[in-house]
């Protein structure tokens, strides 16, 4: 006892490098003691034939030989070679080990989705968990040489209790001659889909769950069984393991100390141990024999895979998992921190210094000044505060702002006439009727008001995706003594005050201007099938386009003066009849 816990205490005093040094299994000097015995002896062995076994005039062709050497010896890209074939080595190595089989989840859901604590269901449960571990046998038999030792055929599977002779005579029944490591997943498969039949797995989803953790398994055994077959190329392994060896050939020549007295470069000392060569051998000759140890990490290597622990392991945890453990908890009690919001568990001595504070970001014990911590106004809604609410909602833009932006789809919406100002035509054609003298002076007297409203309510910013129509049917209001403007003469037939009668021209030299007249003189036009209805009669007179450019010409605006009647059906939103006038005016451009 006392002996023991001496020894303990000897170890926990031991720095970390003295216990690298004093490890012996699995270390790198297990591995390397022989090849560098037989280096030291081989460097010694040369290095008596110089100094005392050659003639003057050999030792000059020695001493050639040794300059040859070392300055050519750098020519092996050593480092280069090896660090690859290492890298493809352990990324494989470790790909294997991440392929190992273990059963933990699989077994978690098979205790929880296969209900019944009967016989029959304590049964299933542990051949299903019976068949996984099966598989896993199977297949570590197939690449590992400890597990194939311990299991040499299937018979001993059987006596060992991982199949039953009826399990066993199926699968000599079934035999091919290819691995069979996987008919016990076809098995699990099968018995699991017989449970959810007979109502021990309650819902599809369930299996389903159940299912897929079982193809990961297998999924797993197949990783396994491929990198057995395949394997790092045999040339691959040769190159690296030949430029290695032929690069300390070189250095029992080159590595040489030679005579100080005849003053050759790079060699004013005579040393008798090469320190930094047999470091290189080392690290070098190391690397190599790493790489070949972790190739294959099913053999019987001191840092090989313990994979008959992994069986043992397996079993034993996941019969306990699904039998003993099935449905058998511990009853619930409030834990230590039940009142407690921020629980703090407590430290050993030892731990103590560990501790720290959270962490809440580099940024967090950044100070500032009061003032730098005010914000800032900001200048472009300064600048834009004169528009107002109301400007901004309309699509209004000041003089030093930029036009908004178009696309294909918007440009489509626009009337004609803007769409050849925007390609560069002749703004002043309108859509191919001139302006009058009346017109000029319409826009004269409002030019106090909103740019809205002097433009066409369809060409307004804005007016495809939001119309702005009125809100209710009060009658547009002008100023006295001014009449409306021709724009909107258009729509003021359609307020409530003018809802019985009809518009007429009132003099034949202004073709824009309109009289109200009793509803009895448009009466005669009316259709008899929609007498009922209310209805208004709309003139417009268009100017002759003779002077616009032929290409701006329509068949129906070809003409010296064109009566228009649009009918405007009393909806009561003028929306509707704007979009109808619309049409009449441009029937080819799409909405």
């Known amino acids: 006892m006392t002996v023991t816990y001496s020894s303990q205490v000897a170890n926990a005093r031991l720095g970390s490098f003295s216990r690298l040094l004093l490890c012996w299994r699995g270390s790198i000097y297990k591995l390397l003691y022989g090849e560098f015995l037989v ?28 300059l040859y050497c070392d300055s050519y010896i750098q020519l092996i890209p050593i480092s280069f070679v090896l660090g690859f074939y290492v890298t493809l080595v352990v990324t494989r190595w470790w790909n294997q080990y ?14 929880c989705f296969v209900e019944g604590k009967d016989e029959q269901g304590r049964l299933l449960r542990r051949t299903l968990m019976r068949y996984a571990n099966l598989g896993n046998v199977l297949i570590l038999r197939s690449v590992s040489a400890a597990v194939y030792k311990r299991f040499p055929s299937p018979q001993h599977l059987v006596k060992a209790g991982f199949m039953t002779p009826s399990e066993h005579k199926h699968l000599q029944k079934l035999s091919l001659p290819h691995n069979s490591f996987w008919m016990p997943w076809v098995w699990f498969a099968n018995l699991s889909t017989k449970a959810w039949i007979e109502g021990r797995i309650r819902d599809p989803v369930l299996l389903q769950s159940l299912l897929n953790e079982m193809n990961t398994l297998r999924t797993q055994c197949g990783q396994l069984y491929a990198y057995d077959w395949i394997s790092i190329p045999l040339v691959y392994t040769q190159v690296v393991t030949v430029a ?37 051998f080392f690290f070098y000759a190391g690397w190599l024999k790493v790489a070949e140890q972790l190739i294959n990490p099913f053999g019987e290597d001191d840092d090989d895979f313990e994979t008959n622990w992994i069986v043992d392991r397996s079993l034993q945890v996941s019969l306990l998992a699904v039998d003993e453990m099935h449905q058998d908890l511990p009853p ?15 430290y050993t001595a030892a731990s103590a210094q560990s501790r720290r504070p959270s962490f809440f970001g580099s940024t967090f014990n950044i100070s500032l000044d009061k003032e730098d911590m005010e914000f800032q106004p900001d200048p472009e809604e ?25 696309n294909s789809k918007t440009k489509l919406l626009w009337p004609k006439k803007e769409v050849l100002s925007h390609e560069g035509q002749p703004k002043n054609l309108g859509g191919g009727v001139r ?22 309510l369809y060409g307004r910013s804005g007016y495809h995706s939001a119309p702005q129509t009125p809100l209710s049917h009060t009658p ?23 809802k019985d009668q009809s518009l007429q021209p009132a003099t034949p030299r202004s073709k824009k201007s309109f009289e109200l007249l009793p509803e009895s003189a448009g009466a005669s036009t009316e259709h008899p099938e929609v007498s009922h209805m209310r209805r208004k009669t709309v003139e417009f007179n268009l100017t002759d386009m003779s002077e616009a450019p032929e290409y701006l010409r329509e068949p129906h605006l070809g003409q010296s003066t064109s009566n228009i009647h649009t009918i405007l059906k009393d909806c009561g939103d003028p929306y509707w009849a704007l979009e109808n006038n619309r049409s009449v005016l441009y029937p080819n451009q799409g909405h």
């Open 98 to 111: 991440e392929n190992l089989p273990w059963p933990d989840r699989l077994m978690n859901l098979v205790s």
């Open 382 to 406: 300064e600048e834009n505060a004169h528009t107002g609410i109301a400007g901004r909602f309309r699509g209004l833009q000041s003089h030093g702002r930029q036009p908004p932006r178009t």
């Open 332 to 346: 619930m009690e409030r834990d230590m921190y039940w009142n407690e919001p921020e629980p703090h568990p407590p």
């Open 435 to 456: 302006q009058d003298t009346s017109d000029k002076e319409d826009v004269k007297a409002w030019k106090g008001e909103d740019a809205s409203k002097s433009a066409v």
């Open 244 to 280: 290695v060896y032929s690069f300390f050939l070189a250095c029992l020549m080159g590595r040489q100390f030679l005579n100080p007295a005849k003053a050759y470069p790079g060699h004013e000392m005579d040393l008798v141990v090469p320190l930094f060569t047999f470091l290189q």
């Open 39 to 66: 280096f030291l002896i081989c460097y010694y062995i040369t290095r008596f034939i110089y100094r005392m076994a050659l003639t003057d005039d050999q030792q000059v062709i020695f001493e050639k030989l040794t």
């Open 476 to 498: 547009m209001v002008f100023p006295p003594g001014q009449s409306a403007p021709s724009s909107l003469r258009k729509v003021s037939g359609m307020d409530d005050t003018v």
